[in-house]
């Protein structure tokens, strides 16, 4: 039973268009939405989260929005670089656990 | 280490032969997971250590896999009888164990069995 679902295996954007990365989660408890970028070869890395209390979150070209009552979160990036391309991680905590929970990712290809 | 250090970084092995892979977290780090990533697939969850509490191993995909974390530092994860629907990117992530907080990962440990 996947309580935070990346539905979109891969995503292809042209260079400087807007990348829109979609996650979904089941448990209404989840509290703290994270985003992690994934390289080929190196473990993923932090991107951005956001707390429940928030619905949206910037950082530099990069924006997570949170809709709790659609149990939804995104992130945009705006504008997208080929060096953007790499495999994104959605990830949700709290729910009265420590434990994240981490989606199944999305493949971005940023296309020059 | 600054980071979590997985080791070794590839390992290839023999069908049916016993591996072990070594995750050396950030010191002070309660939370430890263990994932792993097949070729093509996303992330999936193994087992989740924290602190003193009984790990979450519902993700551990058969009786062959099994995992420790000892004195709360160093885990060891140890697939036995090794299949090649193994064969994938097993990595390690660790987090201070309080809410609210991310994790960190190793740069993963990639398993081929032959």
């Known amino acids: 039973d996947q309580q935070v679902k990346q539905n979109s295996p891969s995503l292809s954007v042209q260079e400087g268009r807007i990348s829109i990365l979609n996650c979904d989660y089941t448990n209404s408890m989840f509290d703290y939405f994270l985003w992690y970028k994934k390289y080929p070869a190196e473990g993923p890395t932090f991107l951005i989260s956001i707390s429940s209390i928030k619905d949206k979150n910037e950082d530099g070209r990069f924006t997570v929005f949170l809709n709790k009552s659609a149990k939804h979160l995104s992130l945009h990036i705006v504008p997208s670089q080929p060096g953007d391309s790499a495999v994104y991680f959605c990830?949700?905590?709290?729910?009265?656990?420590?434990?994240?929970?981490f989606g199944k990712g999305t493949k971005l290809s940023v296309i020059p | 280490g600054a980071g979590v250090s997985q080791s070794p970084s590839n390992k290839v092995t023999e069908k049916g032969k016993d591996v072990e892979l070594r995750c050396d977290p950030i010191s002070g780090h309660t939370a430890l997971y263990w994932y792993r990533q097949s070729l093509g697939q996303g992330l999936e969850f193994l087992i989740y250590f924290q602190g003193n509490s009984a790990p979450d191993k519902s993700g551990l995909p058969s009786d062959r896999f099994s995992a420790e974390r000892t004195g709360g530092s160093v885990s060891t994860l140890t697939i036995q009888r090794t299949q090649q629907e193994d064969s994938a990117v097993y990595l390690c992530a660790t987090d201070p164990g309080g809410m609210n907080t991310e994790a960190f990962f190793g740069q993963g440990t990639r398993l081929t069995v032959v």
């Open positions: 990830a949700a905590g709290g729910a009265g656990s420590y434990q994240l929970t």
